[in-house]
């Protein structure tokens, strides 16, 4: 008979399934195990010990028994590690966090422990519900974090951002600017203040990013460069069911 492992561990839960009349499927990132499956029983009656503890986004602390034979392991117990004070009632904040957990979600494999994307995804959740002039600039910012965890790190160099004239290249290949007259084989064609924005993003911490601010015409082409530069690396495993709802949100939040 299989041993079965009782794992107590932080966890973000990225979706949910309703499963049954009752209970729900979960996919949750734990920082122990990586990205499981659990199964909570009971989750969707009224008065369940679980309240929003499931809720995609949600920081929590988990209690699962873990068969290694199986690949939808039994949730005991969730509580919260920490609530969000704006998150739930701000609908950029919601999209900008749905697609955080969604990108996560479709990039990992199961049960490969990544601590420092756990890390990643919970810092920049909590920013996200804390910060209240630019929110925005958080998903680029994600976007490329998750990506170096990944193993595809842009290849920013100081020199190259600096030899840039009024227009340079992003390079697709090494996620690098390029001045104009070093075309890269596969790249797109930006503004200087554009690329250097990407470039800062890039490489800044996430104080520093959080500070930043650009024109409205200047993160709508830095968010587009971020997305070509995942497109061209992670195009197959790219989710779109959140893309539409952003792109409109960006464009009123921007206004």
Known sequence: MAQRDIV??????????????????VTLLTRERGKIAVLAKGARRTKSKFGATLQPMAHTQVVFYYKPTRSLQMLSES???????TLS??????TLGLRMVELTD????????QPSIFELLVAVLHRLDAEEERPRVLWPFFQLRLAEALGVAPAIRRDRVEAIDEVGWLSLADGGVYPIDARPSTARKAS????????VIARARLSAVRRMHMEPEVHRTVQEL????????FD???????RTVLAQLRDVAAS
């Open 8 to 25: 107590r561990t932080e966890a973000v839960v990225l979706r949910g399934l309703d499963y049954s009349e009752s209970s729900r499927i």
């Open 79 to 85: 509580s919260h590690v920490s609530t969000y004070r």
């Open 89 to 94: 009632d701000d609908l950029l904040k919601i």
């Open 106 to 113: 479709a990039l990992l494999s199961d049960e490969n422990p």
């Open 192 to 199: 200087r203040t554009a690329l250097r924005a990407y470039a």
């Open 226 to 233: 971020v997305d070509a530069y995942l497109r061209h690396h």
């Open 236 to 242: 197959e495993s790219i989710p779109d069911r959140c």
